[in-house]
Each structure stands twice: as C-alpha cells, then as structure tokens.
C-alpha cells in the first residue's frame, strides 16, 4: 500500500509537469482527488489494513495529498497569471489619452421650485409637513368640510381604492393629521408639499398626477391681510421685488371667506398679452380664512382662534418661472428639456 502511495505521489507530480490547459488540470485534480479518484479509493480500502499500518498509511495519504494540492494550486497560479499577462497584452491602455469627462445630472425644475418655495416659508417661520400619498377619506374630505354627497367625491374626480380610501386629491390632509396632532395648540405654521392624484385628462395644461404645496396658519388673530401679506411676500420672493398681487373672490368648501390670487403677467408687466388673455394678470393659487367647521372638526374653538389656509400648484409655478407651455415636459424625461435647467 505504500509503494502504491509512493508510486501515485510520483505519477501524479510527473502528470502535472507536462499539463498546459485548465481542463487538463482538472481532469487531474478529479483522477487523484475527486470523490472516486485514487486517493479516495486508497481510503476506502483502509478498513483492510491492520492497526499498526491504518495509521502509517494515513499519514502517508495526507502527504500525497497536500502534495498534488500545492502542485496543483501551483499550477493553476500558472495558467491565471499567464492569462492575465494576455489579457493585459491584448487591451492595453494609452494612459496619455485626455480623460473622458462624466455627463453630471442636474435638480428636476419641480424639485427647484419646491426647494426654492419652502426656503421662502421657512424664512417666514413654517415648517414643513408631510403626510401619506394614499389617504383615508376621513382626512381627505370629511375633516376638510366636503360632505359625503359633495361633487368633489364625484369617482370621476377622484382615484379610490376601497370606498374609504384613496389617493389623496390634494395635500389638504396633511392639514387635517396636523392639527389633531397639536389638540388644539397654537401656533400652527406650515407648509405641506406633496404629489396629488386626481381623474383627468393629460394635455398641456393638466395632469392626473401632480404636485402642489399648501400652507396653514391658525393662531388668535388670524385676519385676511394676514393672508394677503404673506402671498405677497411670496409672490416678490419668487417672481421679483416689483411684482403684485390681487384676490378675486371664489369658493371652497374648507375656507369661507375664500379667494382665488392673481399675479401681475411676468411677460407683459400688466399691460396685456396673449397668455393673460389681455388682462395683465394669472391665476396663480387658491386660498381663504379656515372654515369654522374645519377648525371644530381638528379640535379648535372658531371663537378663540381663525386661521387661513392656500394651495399652489408647483407646476403652474414652474411654468410662469421658466417659460414651459406643456406641463407633460416635466414628465417625460427628455433629456433636452431637463438639460435646460443644468445651471448652479
């Protein structure tokens, strides 16, 4: 048995040398090593052996082995770095060739103008809230004054998922979830920007997906100029220091007084022209004092505190801001469009 061991140890070594392939090596590595190679075998026949030769042939089998492993992995070492070194020969670099410079990205227009509008809000003391896209009804509607049988729940209106939820139609909600988060504390100053779903038709000017950012204030005193202050302020800060203001009165179920704003054409100056339809002003934003109902609704008292409440579409915004006259740009991502907007 152990001349047999001996002689293997010496074939196998003298097989090894003249090997000049990867699958040659293998088929070596499975004749001496594999679960039915010759070792192996060796093995399995030990049950044969005598108590004084188990042992003696045992060690002489790990040496054999350890033997044809280091050969082997030696081998193998072999052939890698050898296929390296023509990989290498075959794909070489010119390290003196200029660099390829990289492509960098750019912020989305929405995302500048969400950025830009909340830098203005928490410059005037908001915070800014968030709440979920897929909103129970509860808070979409019923806490904001829309009762069950109000056209605004009409289905195709709005994305419904079972009959007590949505997707929410606007981020009004997140107005409702704060204020009960409060129970009935003062201040409360926010802004809550967001994605809102509702039923329509894509064109240029519409989307059944989009963006709007809403703001709140409720605290003791609250009056309408506040409102009016606060919008024109706004309105300098993101479209210049000369621009103006004017409110139209309008109705929404969770304000009362309620106004749509205007602000003077950024093309025209007030002048008239095709895009404000002669009239030197566009609708820009939606808003009104907080429903007293509302205000019940999320745990205030109307008789203590008011407050006021408005709605700005980021899109609209972003159209006037940037010249687009199709809101589908902004979802499309064409990069010819985005590229505009790669300025620091």
């Given at each position: 048995?152990q001349q047999r061991?001996t ?27 594999g679960?039915k190679?010759e ?32 050969a ?24 003196t ?12 227009p929405l995302?500048?103008?969400i950025?830009e509008?909340?830098d ?17 009804d509860?808070?979409?509607?019923e ?14 209106d ?15 909600p997140?107005?409702?979830r ?28 519409h ?46 179920p ?14 025209c ?9 002669q ?65 620091t």
């Amino acid at each position: 048995m152990q001349q047999r061991l001996t002689q293997m140890k010496q074939d196998a070594l003298a097989a090894l040398a003249q090997v000049n392939d990867a699958q040659a090596l293998q088929d070596l590595r499975v004749k001496y090593l594999g679960k039915k190679g010759e070792l192996t075998e060796i093995l399995r026949g030990m049950g044969g052996l005598s108590a004084e030769e188990r042992p003696v042939v045992g060690q002489l089998v790990n040496e054999v082995r350890a033997a044809v492993e280091e050969a082997i992995g030696a081998k193998q070492e072999e052939f890698e770095q050898a296929e390296l070194t023509a990989k290498l020969a075959s794909q070489s670099v010119d390290v003196t060739l200029p660099g390829r410079p990289l492509k960098s990205g750019t912020m989305h227009p929405l995302s500048r103008i969400i950025e830009e509008m909340e830098d203005i809000f928490i410059g005037l003391g908001y915070e800014v809230a968030e709440g979920p896209e897929v909103e129970l009804d509860q808070y979409n509607f019923e806490m904001l004054n829309l009762p069950k049988d109000h056209p605004a729940r009409d289905m195709q209106d709005s994305f419904y998922i079972t009959e007590e939820i949505l997707l929410r139609t606007h981020t009004s909600p997140v107005q409702a979830r704060t204020m009960l988060a409060k129970e009935g504390k003062t201040p409360v100053k926010i802004i809550c920007p967001g994605k809102v779903y509702r039923r329509d038709d894509d064109d240029a000017t519409h989307s059944h997906q989009f963006t709007q950012i809403e703001g709140l204030v409720v605290g003791k005193g609250i009056k309408m100029s506040d409102l009016k202050g606060t919008l024109l302020t706004f309105a300098k800060q993101m479209f210049g220091p000369e621009q103006q203001i004017r409110l139209r009165p309008s109705f929404f179920p969770f304000t009362e007084p309620s106004t749509e704003v205007d602000i003077q054409c950024i093309l025209c100056h007030g002048n008239g022209c095709r895009v404000c339809k002669q009239t030197g002003w566009i609708e820009i934003l939606g808003g009104g004092m907080v429903h007293p109902r509302v205000l019940e609704m999320a745990g205030y008292n109307p008789q203590e505190v008011s407050g006021f409440a408005f709605g700005v579409g980021v899109e609209r915004i972003a159209m006037l801001k940037y010249g687009v006259e199709d809101i589908r740009n902004f979802y499309t991502n064409d990069v010819r469009f985005l590229r505009q907007f790669n300025r620091t």
